[in-house]
């Protein structure tokens, strides 16, 4: 028997290479495409019992005829099927063959329809032997992925196969050199071959993402092509967002995968059969959850007949979120995707296949559902999103700090919490786009002007968690009362702020200046705002500072609120 595994690096890099958003889109399709279509295609053609399994629409279809007995049949050292899906989702697939040359096929057949329909896609495949009847597959499945990742680091990379000798004319968006000349535009231009075959499927990846979002939210008024949704953001301008979320835990499940569906007294080839089943099931129940999410948080953009959502999901599988969105709605929709998230992943129903989620996580993390963590970049439309992709991976990134500071004891040793946070930032200046340069002119030894990151998971499925004070500390909630009444209106005064902007700039400022300057300010006016609810603002009676539990580091909330007030609409929840 042999395991088998395709799947695409630098996804990221790939997709988010130019700032065109057409060509994001099509990047994306085309790393859809080759872990899903192409695999299955791959499939059918070198065997006679897999008939119809590459026909799906969409994702819901997809994952049915992977899960399809009959589509889909298990492989067996005593049947004569040939090959057996075990995950096909975006940009990775996993597949039992009976034969090498079956195995070899596949990946032939894959990496060439790569090569002529994705080049730039940098894809590989390898292949391990195993003994079905006496090797454990959780373990050869480890060993398949450190051999993939040795044989893709000895590969050559995609780039050297795009060289600049002769001398020839730069593609105008990528910087590859150009094959052809696109006159289909506004004006002509020279393209590489990269970029177009990004372009050509940039319509389709928008037709599956508009048959996602119409069949699941029909009252969503969403753009009917890729040049109605350009021209809508220019003329727009509106600010944007660069979202990129991902699962906590999800590696160290995987890696043990094995002893968390262990059933004793089974033989080597019941353990293996139940480990594929499994594994399969998982895989597609977390696609499920991620998906369900996503559609959940599309609540945060209120449907108009004048107003287009503009919200790209680039990437959307397994427990990776990336999505290009309206920068004004970017906050409350990864708060909502977060919460939706746990919500799904704890769900037993028919439709998540039964709970496989929770009675994993149970085994392996002590808590019976999964969390995220998410970071967004907001920024203007002009911007680079290959900068705000990385900018928003940094964010993400601080938000774990949670899978630190959350954590309770299973199995005798001290595992995170499942707790999801987000961490922000709105990009004003595009001179200093580092995130450890943004954050370091906002922390010293022992005091931070920012709160970040917030915590989303609600206070009390924390209660049995150590460190849940301060989660308590970095709620989300938080924010959203400050903000609150930051943005509170005196109707009886015109609709003015009840805190005026001059005297909040005014503190703002003073945060800059030292603890004792913006403390002084803040005291100042106090008394006179205090019917106004100031005192939210401040992180004790004199101060607007708070230490933080266990680090005991000064810090303050009021310029995460500033800053995010434009981009956290806290009134409508009111009226609501």
């Not at 495949?125 to 993939?148: A, P, Y």
């Not at 995220?372 to 990385?390: D, H, L, M, R, T």
């Not at 005196?490 to 805190?499: F, M, S």
Request: aromatic share 8%; proline share 3%; charged share 30%.
């Amino acid at each position: 028997m042999y395991l088998v595994l395709i799947e695409t690096s630098g996804n990221q890099n790939y997709i988010f290479s130019t700032n065109k958003l057409k060509e994001n889109i099509g990047a994306s399709e085309l790393t859809y495409r080759a872990g899903t279509k192409w695999v299955l295609e791959a499939v059918e053609q070198v065997s006679k019992s897999n008939p119809g399994l590459s026909l799906f629409k969409n994702g819901q279809q997809l994952r049915d005829n992977i899960l399809n007995e009959k589509l889909n049949p298990h492989i067996d050292t005593n049947n004569n099927i040939e090959v057996e899906v075990i995950v096909a989702t975006s940009g990775k697939a996993l597949l039992l063959t009976k034969e090498k040359a079956t195995a070899q096929k596949i990946i032939q057949y894959v990496t060439h329809l790569a090569l002529k329909e994705a080049p730039g896609l940098d894809i590989c495949g390898v292949i391990h032997e195993f003994d079905w009847d006496n090797d454990s597959l959780g373990e050869i499945n480890r060993k398949i992925h450190q051999k993939f990742a040795t044989v893709r680091s000895q590969r050559p990379a995609p780039g050297l196969r795009f060289l600049r000798l002769p001398i020839i004319d730069e593609c105008s968006t990528s910087g590859l050199p150009a094959s052809q000349i696109d006159s289909s535009e506004r004006e002509t231009v020279v393209r590489s071959l990269v970029t177009c075959s990004k372009r050509d499927s940039s319509e389709e990846g928008l037709k599956r993402i508009k048959e996602l979002l119409r069949k699941e939210k029909p009252e969503i008024n969403f753009p009917d092509s890729i040049r109605q949704l350009i021209d809508y953001l220019e003329n727009e301008g509106i600010w944007l967002s660069v979202i990129h979320a991902d699962g906590n835990g999800l590696g160290e499940i995987f890696l043990d995968f094995e002893k968390h569906i262990k059933i004793d007294h089974q033989t080597c080839a019941e353990a293996n059969r139940n480990y594929v089943e499994k594994l399969r099931k998982f895989s597609i129940a977390l696609d499920i959850c991620t998906e369900k999410a996503f559609i959940s948080a599309l609540d945060a953009f209120k449907a108009t007949d004048e107003k287009l959502v503009t919200i790209i999901p680039l990437v959307l599988g397994g427990d990776d979120l990336t999505v290009v969105c309206d920068g004004k709605i970017a906050i409350e929709f990864t708060k909502k995707f977060l919460t939706a998230f746990e919500k799904e992943t704890k769900s037993q129903s028919q439709e998540h296949l039964d709970g496989i989620i929770p009675e994993i996580a149970e085994k392996a993390l002590g808590v019976a559902c999964l969390s995220a963590c998410a970071g967004i970049a907001i920024i203007k439309p002009k911007f680079p999103f290959s900068v705000a992709y990385e900018l928003a991976e940094k964010l993400m990134q601080s938000a774990k700090e949670v899978k630190k500071k959350v954590t309770h004891f299973h199995l005798e040793k001290e595992k995170p919490y499942p707790c999801s946070a987000l961490d922000f930032h709105i990009l004003y200046d595009s001179s200093s786009v580092d995130f450890k340069s943004i954050r370091s002119k906002l922390e010293s030894e022992n005091k931070k002007l920012h709160n970040r990151p917030y915590v989303v998971t609600c206070e009390d499925d924390l209660t049995k968690a150590n460190g849940s004070e301060w989660a308590k500390f970095h709620q989300f909630s938080k924010l959203e009362a400050k903000i609150k009444v930051l943005v509170a209106k005196d109707e009886n005064d015109g609709g003015k702020r009840k805190l005026p902007n001059s005297q909040m700039h005014d503190l703002k400022a003073g945060l800059f200046l030292g603890k004792e300057v913006s403390d002084a300010r803040y005291r100042l006016i106090r008394d006179r705002y205090k019917e106004q609810d100031i005192t939210t603002l401040a992180g004790s009676e004199n101060s607007l500072f708070e230490k933080e539990p266990d680090s005991g580091i000064y810090i303050t909330g009021l310029l995460d609120a500033i800053d995010a007030a434009e981009f956290l609409n806290v009134e409508e929840k009111n009226n609501d």
